[in-house]
C-alpha cells in the first residue's frame, strides 16, 4: 500500500474512482493489526485504491480529516469523502463495508 503526504494526497485520492485511505501510526498497536487485513483485501480488490497516511508524518491531513482515533479508514468516491470508519475491522467485516459503500 502507497503511503501519502501532504503532497501526494489530492492527486491520488482522485486519480480513481474508489479510493481507501488509512490513517495510521506506527506505534498504534491496533494498526499494526489492520494493516495485513488491508494489504490482503487490497489484493482481492483491484477496482478500489489503497492507500495509507502516517498521522505523524502528515499531521495537516489529519487534522484536515479530523483524525481523533486511529486506525480511521475514509472512503472516498471521485475525490470526495464519503464514509469514514474507526477501529479495526476484521476482513469479512471490512469486505462487506467495501461491497455496501461501492453500491450506495
Do not use: H
Not at 1 to 11: H, S, V
Not at 34 to 40: K, T
Not at 86 to 103: I, S
Request: hydrophobic share 45%; aromatic share 10%; proline share 7%.
Amino acid at each position: 500500500m502507497k503511503e501519502l503526504n501532504e503532497q501526494t494526497f489530492d492527486q491520488a485520492i482522485s486519480a480513481s474512482p474508489f479510493v481507501v485511505v488509512d490513517f495510521f501510526a506506527t506505534w498504534c498497536g491496533p494498526c499494526k493489526m489492520l494493516a495485513p487485513i488491508l494489504d490482503g483485501i487490497e489484493g482481492e480488490t483491484p477496482d478500489v485504491a489503497f492507500y495509507r497516511v502516517d498521522v505523524d508524518q502528515a499531521p495537516d491531513l489529519a487534522r484536515r480529516f479530523g483524525i481523533m482515533s486511529i486506525p480511521t479508514l475514509i472512503f472516498f468516491r471521485d475525490g470526495n469523502e464519503f464514509a469514514k470508519t474507526v477501529g479495526v475491522l476484521r476482513k469479512p467485516d471490512l469486505l462487506a463495508k467495501l461491497t455496501e459503500l461501492k453500491t450506495r
